[in-house]
């Protein structure tokens, strides 16, 4: 009795035994192990997804930053890569000396130009003075600040629409600096907002420059003029100071045949 009862229980108690070792509660908390470590690789996963974009970006940002004309024409702002190359252009233009503007000047043209004769109602000045031609030379100094004039004001004509369309552009990437998303767009627009306020002030100087190219054109002219006022007066001086030596040694002269003395 005893074997049997051993041989019928034995396998009981392994059997008891193999499922005392299939405990719910660990399996519930392997489960939720293995789910945390499901998130926890996904969270990961997505975690370098975003880091090879974001680096991937960086480096497009680079290669874009790297190239003001990429930056711009990644914005879709390929008009205002055309402007940049124009404020360049502008200063070229704009940077004429006195001497060169001097060889540009006229004096037939500032005589018979009626454009350039306000006070004259619409008439020229003419060459020519009751049949006597004018002396033009008395002319060139008025030619030469009406040539800075006419250039000056080809350089604010430049200037001028290409302002309002910086400013239409800095307004446009105002508003959509408040609209993207991402610090890479942000830094982008940045950029573009940086590229554009420099190309305004670079346009703003040259303006400047050259309403004092007028003024400066101005000033030269009258300082012309006071330098040949200075140059007449000097000449009247010494031409007197001769006329009067000469008088002297002429009564000299006539005293020493009078009177001996």
Not at 27 to 51: N, S
Not at 53 to 67: H, T
Not at 76 to 86: N, P
Not at 242 to 260: H, I, M, S, T, V
């Amino acid at each position: 009795m005893f074997i049997a009862f051993t041989l019928v229980t034995a396998p009981t108690h392994r059997l008891s035994a193999q499922l005392k070792v299939f405990d719910l509660t660990n399996f519930r908390q392997a489960v939720d192990a293995f789910k945390q470590a499901k998130e926890q690789l996904k969270t990961v996963t997505d975690t370098l997804r975003e880091v090879r974009s974001v680096v991937q970006q960086g480096k497009e940002l680079l290669r874009i930053l790297g190239d003001p004309r990429a930056l711009l024409n990644a914005l879709g702002l390929s008009e205002l890569t055309a402007i940049l190359k124009e404020v360049g252009e502008i200063a070229d233009f704009g940077r004429k000396t006195m001497a060169e503007v001097a060889a540009l000047a006229d004096e037939v043209k500032s005589l018979t130009d009626a454009r350039l004769n306000l006070f004259s109602s619409g008439r020229t000045l003419g060459l020519l003075v009751n049949g006597a031609p004018r002396d033009r030379g008395r002319y060139r100094g008025f030619a030469i600040f009406e040539t800075q004039l006419s250039e000056s004001n080809k350089v604010l004509d430049e200037i001028k629409p290409k302002l309002a369309d910086l400013a239409r552009r800095k307004s446009e990437l105002t508003q959509r600096l408040q609209s993207v998303t991402t610090e890479n767009e942000r830094e982008a627009v940045r950029s573009g907002l940086a590229a554009a306020t420099s190309a305004e002030q670079s346009l703003h100087y040259q303006a400047q420059a050259a309403q004092a190219q007028v003024m400066a054109a101005d000033a030269g002219v009258r300082q012309a003029r006071a330098k040949e006022r200075e140059g007449l007066e000097e000449e009247e001086e010494i031409l007197a100071a001769q006329a009067e030596q000469e008088a002297r040694k002429k009564n000299a002269e006539l005293r020493q045949r009078l009177f001996g003395r």
